[in-house]
């Protein structure tokens, strides 16, 4: 039975996802969602993951949510030429945390800040959006110190961590004023992402809907 990744190409997460499987021409399926908003949809969706958060993956009986942990089975079971989690096993867990701090400390902060631009009148969070910014660049500070020499976040490799990076830095450089002089070596990280084959077909796919990007 073929994979299906039930996502949506804009979104960040799913394009964490796709790169991974881009990377290794792991056969899979793409079921769009085109809109959870929908009620019918999102309860469809909910029968196979309750949370109803995409990306999700299933494989036959197996589903399996969350991009990283997605990424994490992709690697055990239909490895490629690409392997995104390093053997060694202090390698691995110094890559997990680079993972986890593209998504949590980038990706994150970065959609506060454009989730907000998304709010009725009224319901704006200036506080929060401030402080997401404050948080965003001293991330971003971090990153652009770590990649000082580097080509991929874990070293040499491309990994699980530059599937989190690539996305993260994509939006964010265009919620952040000057990111190209501000950051140099984090762009410089940011174009050698977007050249790589994987991330340049997420990123084809979703130019359709990037006008849906909150300007």
Known sequence: MPLTLYCHPLSSYSMKALIALYENDTPFTPHLLA???DAAERAEFAKIWPIAKFPVLKDGDWTVPESS???EYL???YPGKTRFIPADPDLARQMRMRDRFFDLYVMERMMKIVGDRL???GKHDPYGVDEARAKLETALTLVDEAMAGKT???GEGFTM???AAAPALFYT???VTAFDSAYPNAAGYLDRLKKRPSFARALREAEPYMHLFPQ
């Open 173 to 175: 450089a265009k919620v």
């Open 69 to 71: 942990i997605i990424i």
């Open 119 to 121: 709010r009725p009148e």
């Open 75 to 77: 690697d055990q079971h």
């Open 152 to 154: 991929w976040a874990a």
């Open 161 to 163: 961590a530059d599937c």
């Open 35 to 37: 809109n959870l908003q």
